[in-house]
């Protein structure tokens, strides 16, 4: 059926601040949604109260409401708007919760709207874990054996009947929450609890343990009228243990068999089926016995997911766009392929190419964290890889990571001893993969490998091949390297550098060496149908083979550089000026060029930019696709410190760096260079001091005095910083920090106690600043500035104090010769002002100030960047009136055991916006009081 006419108005849920389990994967969703919808006329209002999202951009929805997403928010909205339906199924865990508290105290029935995209029904029965089991059984779908239980007493005795191990699941929670396998029965009074105060509505499912099966998922869209089809087949390297936003994911399946893989079709279709009538994505997991192939359904998410992102990502094919269209009344075959733009949307994919995704954690962040992998996830973020075949694309994912590795191996990192390697392959976590490699590298037998991590034999044989091929390396030079073999390894996901390390020669001479042996990347589109169509989309992948289907165009272009997988530093908000960054370009007449690696994002949505290459922000792949593009330039200071350490390389390579030059870039970063260009503008700074070696820290500290705040250079979210009090700790830390990060300098500097931050954000084209937004924290200065609570404007600055502030955000942009973005962080004791640090390039807050005072500044600032605009070109009209609060948000409840306070190293997530009027507001003087009495103690 058509599009139903009756439906003119839509709002739309977000998910809320980023946190481990929900991520930026419903951003992609949420705006693409608004997209659509808009293009079928609808007014799209939207509530979420994240700011760092393009999702809550004026150039996504027609509305938008930073708000808490609470009922409150939602019956001012209803109460202003005339609301025909909302969709609560783009904003994860989070907006359906929400909808359907909604839905209890009668809101949607009072304002007469209508739930679309899904239903409640469906809703309850897959979120109740009883209800799903029984519902399950009815229709004949396999499940393990267990029941549900509400209390501590009843928990035990379904324990008793099921025996152990067994597995707990809370009902109602995200990310896996509250779930966990429980070995025997001394540690289940624990877990049961664990379980039952996870869950919202103190639910658990206790079932067998189906530990070491094979798990996959299905992507499939449905519409009104029980049209199905299945968008992705998606398999978990991981065996069933490892949550899958914890599992290395493989599309399409690898290992299953066509009878096991229509089987699992057939079901995932009865399944879907019988939870209730509803239009748009779902996610259906299974398990899999790996020897008598019997399967068993997991669960079924009637929403859009991370895997979502991931098969939208992976196929080409818009789930969340299609998914708004079908909630709004049309059919599959009513609409068309996104991709071919001549077939059907009710057309399955059909890919010709590998995606391996890898997740990206943070344990660093959390000292004495239990980093062992199982039902809750702790994955921050995630990279895909695409390839020809698994190895290119896992290596790709490899190197996309930014964990300072070159791929999965051959890249001098030392081997863990045999007992190490023995113990990680049996207890998974963040590095199992890496040690299975080295695993085959020390001669453990392959039986025993799979013995202990239970990965399917076909993976592993997979890397086993890698370690066979670099035995090969050992019989030549670079000089006689054969083509056949360098093209082979190419083949196999090699990075020139991995080469040059089995080699022992340099990354450069290895590319020079393919060039003469004529071994070169090429670029293939992502069709969704594996070339049986044309594609209409510019959305690209590299591999080593004989067509190049990229086609160069000869007008004037630029290329952004993405900020890769998210973690705690460097989040969403970067991608909110990655996008914004091509838009503006885009207005600028520039044929914009985009190049990233995360899924989640929408800077990676296939119509955002002119031309989208899905590939490693590393440099040998930034490298060739600037060779084959020839742009006029490269962004970087939008992306990030993933973007600006390329900078450098950029600089050697003779390319030319848009915006800030990386000699300004490159000054910033040097403490000691820093200082000397603070001191010459008369700009007070704490004192500080350089060192080399762990020797030379205790002098310095003589000099300088304690507290101190120690770091190490080139650094995001404060990683590796710390405040000493004493020799001991200074020693300890300096040592902790050479031994991490051998080569590097690190930097004491004399250390404010007791003084007020705040910080400025401007946009200087060389000659003008333009301050767009002054904020000051709550906290004192100690605690990073992405963990604060801050204030915009600033709350009680003295005069004297702002206009200081103003007067050295200037003097600095200027000193460095910004072209673009700017951020400066400043220590405020009594009336003096003090550097802290200058960031030339986008920072976590600029999304916050434009969402705050509603300017596009992003735009001006790329186009400041671009040489077409002046600062002065620009009408600043920001809507001041009242203080935005930009709130930080943890995941601590992912780590138990983890200390929880704060201090130079960042640690949240995510963050949220809260307005308020004034400063009597009950919600400011509450959070001022218990902050303070909180860092107080």
């Excluded at 250079?713 to 830390?733: F, T």
């Excluded at 000051?776 to 005069?799: C, F, K, R």
């Amino acid at each position: 059926m058509p599009k139903d006419n009756s439906i003119k108005s839509v709002l739309i849920i977000g998910s809320g601040p980023i946190v481990i389990g929900q991520a930026c994967e419903f951003d992609y969703s949420g705006s693409q949604a608004a997209r659509s919808l808009r293009e079928e006329g609808i007014e799209v209002t939207l509530i979420n109260s994240n700011p760092a999202t393009i999702m809550t951009d004026e150039v996504t929805a027609d509305n938008i409401y930073l708000k808490p997403l609470t009922k409150q928010s939602i019956r001012e909205i209803l109460e202003k708007h005339d609301i025909d339906a909302v969709l609560p199924t783009m904003g994860g865990q989070t907006a359906l919760n929400l909808a359907m508290d909604c839905d209890k105290a009668g809101i949607w029935k009072k304002h007469n709207v209508r739930v679309i995209g899904s239903n409640f029904d469906a809703i309850e029965t897959t979120e109740d874990r009883e209800k799903f089991r029984q519902k399950m059984l009815e229709i004949g779908v396999g499940v393990c054996k267990g029941r549900t239980a509400t209390s501590f007493l009843e928990g035990k005795e379904i324990a008793q009947e099921i025996g152990f191990p067994l597995i707990i699941r809370s009902s109602y929670t995200l990310g896996g929450a509250g779930g966990g396998f429980v070995e025997n029965p001394e540690d289940f009074d624990k877990a049961l609890n664990a379980g039952l105060h996870a869950s919202p509505v103190h639910e658990v499912l206790i079932e067998q343990s189906i530990l070491g099966w094979k798990e996959y998922e299905l992507e499939i869209m449905r519409d009104s009228i029980g049209n199905f089809i299945v968008i992705c087949s998606i398999e978990n390297f991981d065996p069933m243990g490892v949550h899958t936003g914890d599992s290395i994911t493989v599309a399409p399946a690898m290992t299953l068999p066509d009878t096991v893989y229509q089987e699992m079709r057939n079901q995932a279709i009865k399944m879907i089926s019988s939870i209730g009538e509803f239009a748009g994505g779902c996610n259906v997991q299974f398990s899999v016995h790996p020897s008598t192939d019997e399967i068993i359904g997991i669960e079924i998410n009637p929403r859009v997911s991370r895997s979502s992102a991931l098969a939208s990502k992976a196929t080409g094919y818009p789930i969340a766009k299609i998914a708004a269209k079908l909630a709004i009344g049309y059919n599959l075959d009513e609409l068309s392929n996104q991709i071919t733009k001549n077939t059907s949307a009710f057309f399955e994919p059909t890919i010709d190419y590998v995606i391996v995704k890898v997740p990206r954690w943070n344990f660093d962040k959390f000292k004495g964290a239990d980093k062992h992998l199982g039902l809750s996830m702790k994955a921050v973020g995630e990279a895909m890889g695409i390839g020809r075949n698994f190895q290119e694309a896992l290596q790709k994912a490899c190197q996309s990571l930014e964990i300072k590795r070159n791929g999965l191996g051959a890249d001098g990192r030392e081997l863990k001893s045999h007992d190490e390697l023995t113990y990680s392959l049996k207890h998974p976590s963040w590095d199992r993969l890496f040690h299975v490699y080295d695993a085959f590298k020390l001669g453990i037998p392959f039986k025993t490998i799979h013995n202990l991590t239970k990965i399917d034999p076909w993976f592993l044989h997979q890397i086993e091949e890698l370690i066979l091929l670099e035995k090969e390396f050992n019989k030549y030079t670079l000089d006689n390297f054969p083509k056949d073999l360098m093209l082979k390894a190419k083949k196999k996901g090699y990075c020139d550098r991995q080469i040059a390390h089995l080699l022992g020669c340099l990354e450069s001479q290895v590319f020079a060496k393919r060039q003469e042996l004529g071994v070169n990347r090429v670029y293939k589109l992502v069709d969704t149908c594996a070339a049986e169509f044309e594609a209409k989309t510019p959305y690209y992948y590299s591999c080593f083979e004989d067509e190049n289907e990229s086609v160069v165009s000869e007008k004037k272009k630029i290329i952004v550089l993405g900020s890769g997988p998210n973690r705690i530093g460097q989040g969403i908000e970067f991608d909110y000026s990655c996008v914004h960054g091509i838009l503006a370009a885009k207005e600028a007449g520039y044929e914009t060029i985009m190049i990233n690696c995360n899924p989640e994002t929408v800077s990676t949505d296939f119509d955002v930019a002119d031309k989208l290459y899905f590939e490693p922000v590393f440099w040998e792949h930034i490298y060739e696709i600037i060779l084959h593009e020839k742009p006029e330039g490269v962004i970087v200071q939008l992306g990030g410190q993933t973007a600006l350490k390329l900078a450098e390389k950029l600089e050697k390579y003779g390319i030319n760096i848009i915006g800030t030059s990386f000699k300004a870039l490159d000054l910033a970063e040097d403490r000691g260079s820093f200082s000397t260009l603070l001191k010459d503008n008369d700009i007070p700074y704490p004192k500080f001091g350089v060192i080399e070696s762990a020797d030379e820290a205790l002098d310095l500290a003589k000099e300088l005095g304690f507290p101190l705040l120690v770091r190490p250079s080139y650094v995001l979210g404060g990683q590796g910083m710390k405040i000493v009090i004493n020799e001991d700790e200074l020693e300890a830390h300096v040592v902790e920090l050479f031994n991490a990060i051998p080569g590097n300098r690190v930097m004491l500097d004399h250390f404010l106690e007791g003084a007020l931050e705040a910080e400025a954000d401007a946009i200087c084209d060389g000659e003008n600043v333009q301050i767009i937004g002054i904020m000051q924290h709550i906290e004192p200065a100690g605690i990073h500035s992405g963990d604060s609570y801050a204030v915009l404007p600033p709350y009680n600055l003295g005069d004297l104090v702002i206009k200081k502030i103003e007067a050295y955000t200037k003097k600095i942009a200027i000193a460095l010769e910004t072209k673009g973005l700017i951020n400066i962080q400043f220590a405020v004791k009594g009336d003096n002002v003090y550097i802290i640090e200058a960031n030339p390039r986008a920072s976590r807050t600029v999304p916050f100030i434009c969402k705050a005072y509603q300017q596009p500044y992003v735009n001006w600032a790329t186009k400041v960047m671009l040489g077409d605009k002046k600062v002065t070109d620009f009408k600043y009209d920001p809507k001041k009136g009242g203080y935005a609060i930009k709130e930080p948000v943890f995941s601590f409840n992912k780590f138990p055991k983890v200390n929880k306070e704060l201090g130079p190293e960042m640690k949240s997530t995510g963050e949220s916006i809260y307005f308020i009027d004034d400063l009597l507001d009950d919600y400011f003087l509450k959070l001022y009081e218990e902050r303070n009495l909180y860092l107080s103690r």
